[in-house]
């Protein structure tokens, strides 16, 4: 976003955004691609498999995670959104698709639901293992309580999210506020 006193109006033009998506719902080799989409399989060569198997494909996973890379003016920029809900996955996929995650400097959380960021705690810890810093992005609101409400009408807890106090002691910096303008 461009800077200015008040709140940004304008937002910058990026030269280039790649978006991979690393833990979601569902993955199927099988189906058919858009011509814009590029195969797992592809994918998971370029990372460095030299034999298609189990252990080189994706695992899915309930849940979301992605991550952009932009690039403007040959400054490039590396974000997570979200990590889905178990660490080892996250960062199995990770690895089979050659993802370094040293490269990241941020990740947006986009609500407390442990399906979106419990991996993150295991994500911290590899970033940082790989000589990385990285600023995890949250709203105040999604570290509150959470229970599903059975036919029966039994409550059934839900797991509570990493605390921005536990993401701090993994290494990240945490912010929980939006930028003041």
Known sequence: MSESKGASTELDTLDSLSVDVLTDDVSDNYVSKTLF?????????????????????????????????SDRGGKRHTLLFDTGPEGAIFIRNCANLGIRLGDVEAIAVTHGHWDH????????????????????????????????????????PVANVPSPAELQQHGATVITTPPSG
């Open 37 to 69: 989409a590029v195969s797992e399989f592809s994918n998971v060569v370029l990372g460095g498999a030299t034999v298609i198997s189990g252990e080189a494909l994706l695992c899915a996973n309930l849940g979301f995670g992605l991550r952009l890379v």
């Open 117 to 156: 960021m419990a991996a993150l705690p295991m994500t911290i810890d590899t970033i940082i293992e790989q000589a990385g810093r990285v600023t995890v992005h949250v709203n105040p609101g999604m570290f509150n309580e959470r229970a599903i409400r059975l036919s029966s009408g039994r409550i059934v």
